[in-house]
């Protein structure tokens, strides 16, 4: 099994930054990719970002240029630094993986999230 704990969630000015950090623990073979969803009242959940295990990147359009996905191989922790924080941006954010488990069989999981406040 596999859990992701997320931090680093919080309230903060509109202009300001957050960074997000989510750990990976337990028995698997390795992480292939790990992303970021969000999740605001009454929405769908979207995808954030996304990094590979090669340190592919992709951003969703609405926070190109603001947000910053980043990956400690070493730790199975992912990093995102969210810097001009918009009203909209607000949201509950999930940590996602794509793991190889220690069977060698793909599996998602998904972490608790983190709630995001951005109000003056």
């Known amino acids: 099994q596999v859990q992701l704990v997320e931090s680093g969630g919080g309230l903060v000015q509109p202009g300001g930054s957050l960074r997000l950090s989510c750990a990976a623990s337990?028995?698997?073979?390795?992480?292939?990719?790990m992303a970021w969803y969000r999740q605001a009242p009454g929405k769908e959940r979207e995808l954030v970002a996304t990094i590979t295990s090669g340190d592919t990147i992709n951003y969703a359009d609405s926070v190109q240029g603001r947000f910053t996905i980043s990956g400690d191989n070493a730790k199975n922790t992912v990093y995102l630094q969210m810097n001009s924080l918009k009203p909209e941006d607000a949201a509950v954010y999930y940590c996602y993986a794509d793991v190889l488990t220690s069977t060698f069989q793909l599996r998602n999981y998904w972490g608790q999230g983190t709630q995001v406040t951005v109000s003056s």
């Open positions: 337990g028995r698997f073979a390795s992480i292939m990719a």
